[in-house]
């Protein structure tokens, strides 16, 4: 059974917006980071967007930062994704992924990950 589920993924054109959602239940209250993740056909995966204890901090890569939003509903079984100006460049599989401890980075270190959700961006 895969412990995260994504979902929310879709095609949509440059400028729209989407928002990806993962099933986090049974999670949050486990593990100090929860974010999302992404990789580009021929990329590294590369941080999206991560949030710490349960919204209390959140970090954002520079590409998508004004733009992303992370965020978790009420009862901490969902984390969110919302993806507004989506730009072509946005494409990639978006993971979700959470770390129990803080190991001294926001980016790395996560070892529980969802399988995945295509975004697909037109120009």
């Known amino acids: 059974q895969v412990p995260l589920v994504e979902s929310g993924g879709g095609s949509v054109q440059a400028g729209g917006s989407l928002r990806l959602s993962c099933a986090v239940a049974?999670?949050?209250?486990?593990?100090?980071?929860m974010g999302w993740f992404r990789q580009a056909p021929g990329k590294e995966r590369e941080a999206v967007a991560v949030?710490?204890?349960?919204?209390?901090?959140?970090k954002y890569a520079d590409s998508v930062n004004g733009r992303f939003n992370i965020s978790q509903d009420n009862a901490k079984e969902t984390l969110y994704l919302q993806m507004n100006s989506l730009k072509p460049e946005d494409t990639a599989i978006y993971y979700c992924?959470?770390?129990?401890?803080?190991?001294?980075?926001?980016?790395?270190?996560?070892?529980?990950w969802g399988r995945g959700t295509q975004v697909t961006v037109s120009s």
């Open positions: 992924a959470t770390k129990a401890l803080y190991d001294g980075t926001w980016f790395s270190g996560f070892d529980v």
């Open positions: 049974g999670y949050a209250d486990k593990t100090a980071f």
């Open positions: 949030m710490y204890s349960n919204g209390i901090r959140t």
